[in-house]
């Protein structure tokens, strides 16, 4: 099974900072990797998808990138609606199987 | 509509087994499948494993193989996920997140079952 792995576990930044989470991948995923945002007591909320492109309704501050087995989420520019953890998600199609990254929480400092 | 109600919080001992549900509604139920996902308190997000609506087929988690069962029930629009032989690091939510067949992530999370594995 492919393991994901995800840094920092933890980012303390200040509103209207950029921040970047990293996944890597244990072996090839190509551009099937996801990025979720999740909030206490909600479950998670697609961002990104095929690594880059945004989902429905996303701000346009939040970004993919990456290929292979490495990957990043940027956002450009933090809002305090944007704090909670964030997951990558590796995704296969037949038969479907997923796997998650061990996920970042975003803070304010 | 589209809707999926999971079932109710359980409290479990050790070594038993629970059924978990999750009602769908408002959408043609066999076009879809759902994959299954558990989180530990303060913990992140496991998959546990898929199952297809149209015809039952299943993909689990190397993790879970041997130890949890999917189905699904077409006449009353329901998946389940049959856990047996608890422990207590099964203490989880468990979310059924739908997944439309022939794509590969969900477009709709059930709001989840909380499984308490306690003595």
């Known amino acids: 099974e492919i393991v994901m792995t995800q840094s920092p576990a933890t980012l303390s930044v200040f509103p209207g900072e950029r921040v970047t989470v990293s996944c890597r991948a244990s072996q090839s995923v190509y551009d099937k990797l996801a990025w979720y945002q999740q909030k206490p007591g909600q479950a998670p909320r697609l961002l990104i998808s095929?690594?880059?492109s945004r989902a429905t309704d996303i701000p346009a501050r939040f970004s993919g990138n990456g290929f292979g087995t490495e990957f990043t989420l940027t956002i450009s520019s933090l809002q305090s609606e944007d704090l909670g953890v964030y997951y990558c998600?590796?995704?296969?199609?037949?038969?479907?199987?997923?796997?998650f990254g061990q996920g970042t929480k975003v803070e304010l400092k | 509509q589209d809707q999926v109600v999971p079932s109710g919080a359980e409290v479990k001992e050790p070594g038993a087994s629970v059924k978990v549900a999750c009602k769908a509604s408002?959408?043609?139920?066999?076009?879809?499948?759902f994959s299954w996902v558990r989180q530990a308190p303060g913990q992140g997000l496991e998959w546990v494993g898929w199952i297809s609506c149209y015809n039952g087929d299943t993909n689990y988690a190397q993790k879970f193989q041997g130890r949890v069962t999917l189905t699904t029930d077409s006449s009353t629009t329901t998946a389940y996920m049959d856990l047996r032989s608890l422990r207590s690091d099964d203490t989880a939510v468990y979310y059924c997140a739908r997944v439309e067949l022939g794509q590969m992530l969900p477009d709709y999370w059930g709001q989840g079952t909380l499984v308490t594995v306690s003595s």
């Open positions: 095929t690594a880059s």
């Open positions: 998600q590796q995704y296969r199609h037949w038969p479907l199987s997923w796997s």
């Open positions: 408002g959408y043609t139920f066999t076009r879809y499948g």
